[in-house]
Antibody, heavy 119, light 107 residues
Framework: EVQLVQSGAEVKKPGESLKISCEGS????????IGWVRQKPGEGLEWMGI????????RYSPSFQGQVTISADMSINTAYLQWSTLKASDTAIYYCARRLDVAGHFDYWGQGTLVIVSS | AIQMTQSPSSLSASVGDRVTITCRAS??????LGWYQQKPGKAPKLLIY???ILQSGVPLRFSGSGSGTDFTLTISNLQPEDFATYYCLQDYDYPRTFGQGTKVEIK
C-alpha cells in the first residue's frame, strides 16, 4: 500500500527555522517526484514545488523560490520542506504528494503538517 | 505563471442534481488539466487528470471535458459524499497552478 506519512504539527516563533518531512512507503521512492502544496487557514491550495528524489532535480513556484528549500534523501525514502526564517504568514497546512508517472498530477497525498508561526 | 480561474466559487445543489464547475486557463494548456476534491480536514483527492481520465476508484458520475483554455468538471447524480470543495490544477507548465476552488454545498 502506497503511503506518505508526514511529520507532526509544529508551533514556532517568527525568525526560527524548521524542516518538515514526508516519508514514502509501499513503492519505489525514486520512481516518483514528490511535490509540496500549501493551504493557509480557510484558503485554497497553492503549488509550492516538486523534487525528483532520484537526482534531486527541483522546480519551485516563483512565489516560494528563495523562501523554502525542498530536498530529499532517497536512502530513507524521505522528502523535506524547510525554512530558514519563518514568518507568521507561513502559518498553514503543508501537504506532500506523489506525482503520477503519466501526468503532472498528485495521486497519493500525505496527511498534512500544520505549521503555526506565532510570537 | 498560468492563471486558473474557477467558477462559480460556490454553489448549492441537492442530492441527485447535475453539477458543473468550470475552469479557465489564462493561456492554452492543451489537455493538461486535472480536478481534485477536498473535504474539510482532509488532504485533496485526485479525481481526473488529462482533462477527462478518471483516476482509479473514482465513481463514474464524475466526468471532465474541455481543451485549450476552457474545462469542465461535471458531477451527475450528486451524492451526499460529493459535498466538498473542488480544485482544478494545470500541469502544462511550471509552476503548476490551482484554481481558487469551488465549494459545493447542500441546498
Amino acid at each position: 500500500e502506497v503511503q506518505l506519512v508526514q511529520s507532526g504539527a509544529e508551533v514556532k516563533k517568527p525568525g526560527e527555522s524548521l524542516k518538515i518531512s514526508c516519508e514514502g512507503s509501499g513503492y519505489r521512492f525514486t520512481d516518483y517526484w514528490i511535490g509540496w502544496v500549501r493551504q493557509k487557514p480557510g484558503e485554497g491550495l497553492e503549488w509550492m514545488g516538486i523534487i525528483d528524489p532520484d537526482d534531486s532535480d527541483t522546480r519551485y513556484s516563483p512565489s516560494f523560490q528563495g523562501q523554502v528549500t525542498i530536498s530529499a534523501d532517497m536512502s530513507i525514502n524521505t522528502a523535506y520542506l524547510q525554512w530558514s526564517t519563518l514568518k507568521a504568514s507561513d502559518t498553514a497546512i503543508y501537504y506532500c504528494a506523489r506525482r503520477l508517472d503519466v501526468a503532472g498530477h498528485f495521486d497519493y497525498w500525505g496527511q498534512g503538517t500544520l505549521v503555526i508561526v506565532s510570537s | 505563471a498560468i492563471q486558473m480561474t474557477q467558477s462559480p466559487s460556490s454553489l448549492s445543489a441537492s442530492v441527485g442534481d447535475r453539477v458543473t464547475i468550470t475552469c479557465r486557463a489564462s493561456l492554452g494548456i492543451r489537455d493538461n488539466l486535472g480536478w481534485y476534491q477536498q473535504k474539510p480536514g482532509k488532504a485533496p483527492k485526485l479525481l481526473i487528470y488529462g482533462t477527462s481520465i478518471l483516476q482509479s476508484g473514482v465513481p463514474l458520475r464524475f466526468s471532465g471535458s474541455g481543451s485549450g483554455t476552457d474545462f469542465t468538471l461535471t458531477i451527475s447524480n450528486l451524492q451526499p459524499e460529493d459535498f466538498a470543495t473542488y480544485y482544478c490544477l494545470q500541469d502544462y507548465d511550471y509552476p503548476r497552478t490551482f484554481g481558487q476552488g469551488t465549494k459545493v454545498e447542500i441546498k
